[in-house]
């Protein structure tokens, strides 16, 4: 069951990869999370040469997200004016980013670089998701309700100029932090290969104070958006996109992500997202591993130049 | 230069001795990699033609060489910095074989001497690039062994002494051509030796090509790459919509 992908140039176990997009699937689908910090790692695991797991894993983000984004769009849970605010930001980040996975490719760094990157951010979303679910875990067993959070927006936000009125998410509010949310979005996705959903919808609620009815609608369509410029910049600069691959990642993702919609309706969240944090840093100290453990092989071999 | 060196050899071989000459073929001169490809093996298969009949196997070898086409290769050394282990020295080679495959009767070293297999590039260890990025062979010289280790660990470089003879004249060696193969012409090499030198040779071109869809893909992704980037978030987004289209009938 073995099938060559054009630009990573190798022959993988096609059902290998689409029970692995399966099961990442599964669990976005369940936690409502993009699942790219998960699948990305997996595909290098896997063998797939990173930057290539990087600019692909985009490509599906814009499908995962697209049908995500259709179904909030629908309930009018879309905050367009923030999306597009942020959108602007986005894009400018993915260029940056683009350009700047282009430069350590040449380097010789981009793997180093993308396995960093992960443990980085695997290791502080990952310990914030334990963190906060062990807390609540707690509380609910001894029979407390989670502390109540303030409401207040913080003094530094409401201080920036550029002030606009965003009606759907009635904010009034300056463009300055949403653009800046934007831009580190778009550079994770174009670095990392993650749509970013773990860090904005947190600072949408916490830092913007969006309600949290059309958080999960905007996040999305700025991620379509965002991932869709970075798949297309890196196939156009990097020449980083797989489109066999994508595919299967697609095909995969979309059918783990069904299950996991019915599924979540059944299972308790707080323990799911324990597990899923467990997951997370789990990858990254495999990751993190790889960095620090000496190589069985110190030399490493590019193709390319003349 | 090789080949110049390959047709004076010829002439050389036909004048000279006359005794023992050479014809040899391949099973195949296209390997196609298609969507199901999981690697081949071609076969070198030939004869050796003695106008005498004295002429008698021992002193007699046959070596068999097949090589990529040329490659650009960049070798990087880790080093550890600060607990992690960081590419640090880079090596750049030029037209290195992408793929080497050698396959001798006897081990090299049996069958002729070193500055003989350097001469016609013959085994692993007389591989050598066209140019490097360096003027000091000697600070080049592990990154070259590295770049021929790493070669042979993904199976795309190698040397045997599985050559099979059938009968006294006729001989054969499969050749593995694995999926990981660069594109391109690559040439198939007989060499006869008598008593360790080259008395007759023939070199064979050999295409390696990517056909169907993979071929196609490939092309477009580095002809149009913006065009292809749009493709692909095409494709993206009709999944996506499609698969919103189903979770809306379900529910």
């Given at each position: 069951m073995e099938i060559y992908l054009p630009i990573a140039e190798m022959s993988v176990h096609w059902l290998i990869l689409l029970s692995m997009a399966a099961a990442v699937g599964f669990l976005s689908g369940m936690l409502g999370v993009g699942g790219g910090f998960l699948l990305t790692p997996l595909l290098i695991f896997y063998g797939i040469p990173s930057e290539i797991a990087v600019a692909t894993t985009a490509s599906h983000l814009t499908a995962s997200s697209m049908s995500g984004a259709i179904a909030q769009w629908r309930r009018k849970a879309v905050d367009f004016k923030m999306a597009g605010v942020m959108l602007a930001g986005g894009l400018v980040g993915s260029w940056f980013g683009v350009i700047l996975s282009g430069l350590l490719r040449a380097a010789g760094q981009s793997e180093i670089a993308i396995s960093a990157g992960y443990v980085v951010l695997l290791g502080t979303v990952g310990g914030l998701m334990l963190n906060e679910s062990v807390r609540t875990l707690l509380a609910a067993r001894a029979g407390l309700s989670p502390p109540p959070r303030h409401q207040k927006q913080y003094a530094w936000v409401r201080s920036l100029p550029g002030k606009i009125r965003f009606r759907q998410s009635r904010l009034y509010i300056s463009i300055i932090p949403p653009i800046v949310l934007g831009v580190v979005v778009g550079l994770l996705s174009a670095i990392l290969g993650v749509g970013g959903g773990f860090v904005i919808v947190p600072a949408m609620i916490y830092i913007l104070r969006m309600p949290t009815n059309v958080v999960m609608g905007t996040s999305l369509v700025q991620i379509v958006f965002v991932t869709a410029m970075t798949t297309v910049l890196h196939a156009a600069d990097n020449y980083t996109v797989d489109i066999v691959l994508a595919a299967i990642l697609v095909l995969g993702g979309a059918m783990g992500a069904q299950f996991g919609v019915r599924m979540a309706s059944r299972l308790r969240g707080e323990q799911l997202r324990l597990l899923l944090a467990i997951l997370v840093l789990a990858v990254g100290l495999r990751l993190l591993y790889g960095l620090v453990a000496t190589p069985n092989d110190l030399y490493t071999l590019a193709l390319g130049g003349s | 230069m090789r080949a110049v060196l390959l047709a004076l050899l010829l002439c050389l071989a036909a004048t000279a001795t006359g005794a023992e000459d050479l014809v040899s073929g391949l099973s195949q001169d296209q390997v196609e990699i298609t969507s199901n490809y999981t690697g081949t093996d071609i076969v070198v298969f030939g004869a050796i033609e003695s106008?005498?009949?004295?002429?008698?196997?021992?002193g007699r070898d046959v070596v068999v060489v097949v090589r990529g086409p040329d490659a650009g290769m960049i070798v990087r050394r880790k080093v550890r910095i600060a607990g992690i282990w960081i590419n640090r020295d880079a090596m750049r080679f030029g037209g290195m074989p992408a793929y080497y495959f050698v396959s001798s009767t006897r081990p090299l070293a049996a069958v002729t001497t070193p500055q003989i297999l350097q001469r016609y590039q013959i085994g692993l260890a007389s591989i050598e690039p066209q140019s490097m990025s360096t003027h000091v062979p000697a600070k080049a010289e592990p990154f070259r062994l590295a770049a021929i280790h790493e070669r042979v660990v993904s199976g795309l470089y190698a040397e045997t002494t599985?050559?099979?003879?059938?009968?006294y004249s006729l001989f054969r060696v499969r050749v593995p051509i694995p999926a990981t193969v660069p594109r391109g012409e690559y040439t198939a090499e007989v060499y006869l030796f008598r008593d360790g030198n080259v008395v007759s040779a023939q070199s064979t071109p050999l295409y390696v090509e990517q056909s169907g869809l993979e071929r196609r893909i490939y092309r477009f992704a580095h002809a149009s790459p913006l065009t292809y980037g749009f493709a692909a978030v095409f494709m993206a987004m009709l999944f996506g919509w499609l698969s919103s289209l189903i979770v809306r009938q379900q529910s």
């Amino acid at each position: 069951m073995e099938i060559y992908l054009p630009i990573a140039e190798m022959s993988v176990h096609w059902l290998i990869l689409l029970s692995m997009a399966a099961a990442v699937g599964f669990l976005s689908g369940m936690l409502g999370v993009g699942g790219g910090f998960l699948l990305t790692p997996l595909l290098i695991f896997y063998g797939i040469p990173s930057e290539i797991a990087v600019a692909t894993t985009a490509s599906h983000l814009t499908a995962s997200s697209m049908s995500g984004a259709i179904a909030q769009w629908r309930r009018k849970a879309v905050d367009f004016k923030m999306a597009g605010v942020m959108l602007a930001g986005g894009l400018v980040g993915s260029w940056f980013g683009v350009i700047l996975s282009g430069l350590l490719r040449a380097a010789g760094q981009s793997e180093i670089a993308i396995s960093a990157g992960y443990v980085v951010l695997l290791g502080t979303v990952g310990g914030l998701m334990l963190n906060e679910s062990v807390r609540t875990l707690l509380a609910a067993r001894a029979g407390l309700s989670p502390p109540p959070r303030h409401q207040k927006q913080y003094a530094w936000v409401r201080s920036l100029p550029g002030k606009i009125r965003f009606r759907q998410s009635r904010l009034y509010i300056s463009i300055i932090p949403p653009i800046v949310l934007g831009v580190v979005v778009g550079l994770l996705s174009a670095i990392l290969g993650v749509g970013g959903g773990f860090v904005i919808v947190p600072a949408m609620i916490y830092i913007l104070r969006m309600p949290t009815n059309v958080v999960m609608g905007t996040s999305l369509v700025q991620i379509v958006f965002v991932t869709a410029m970075t798949t297309v910049l890196h196939a156009a600069d990097n020449y980083t996109v797989d489109i066999v691959l994508a595919a299967i990642l697609v095909l995969g993702g979309a059918m783990g992500a069904q299950f996991g919609v019915r599924m979540a309706s059944r299972l308790r969240g707080e323990q799911l997202r324990l597990l899923l944090a467990i997951l997370v840093l789990a990858v990254g100290l495999r990751l993190l591993y790889g960095l620090v453990a000496t190589p069985n092989d110190l030399y490493t071999l590019a193709l390319g130049g003349s | 230069m090789r080949a110049v060196l390959l047709a004076l050899l010829l002439c050389l071989a036909a004048t000279a001795t006359g005794a023992e000459d050479l014809v040899s073929g391949l099973s195949q001169d296209q390997v196609e990699i298609t969507s199901n490809y999981t690697g081949t093996d071609i076969v070198v298969f030939g004869a050796i033609e003695s106008s005498d009949n004295n002429s008698t196997p021992t002193g007699r070898d046959v070596v068999v060489v097949v090589r990529g086409p040329d490659a650009g290769m960049i070798v990087r050394r880790k080093v550890r910095i600060a607990g992690i282990w960081i590419n640090r020295d880079a090596m750049r080679f030029g037209g290195m074989p992408a793929y080497y495959f050698v396959s001798s009767t006897r081990p090299l070293a049996a069958v002729t001497t070193p500055q003989i297999l350097q001469r016609y590039q013959i085994g692993l260890a007389s591989i050598e690039p066209q140019s490097m990025s360096t003027h000091v062979p000697a600070k080049a010289e592990p990154f070259r062994l590295a770049a021929i280790h790493e070669r042979v660990v993904s199976g795309l470089y190698a040397e045997t002494t599985n050559i099979e003879f059938l009968g006294y004249s006729l001989f054969r060696v499969r050749v593995p051509i694995p999926a990981t193969v660069p594109r391109g012409e690559y040439t198939a090499e007989v060499y006869l030796f008598r008593d360790g030198n080259v008395v007759s040779a023939q070199s064979t071109p050999l295409y390696v090509e990517q056909s169907g869809l993979e071929r196609r893909i490939y092309r477009f992704a580095h002809a149009s790459p913006l065009t292809y980037g749009f493709a692909a978030v095409f494709m993206a987004m009709l999944f996506g919509w499609l698969s919103s289209l189903i979770v809306r009938q379900q529910s």
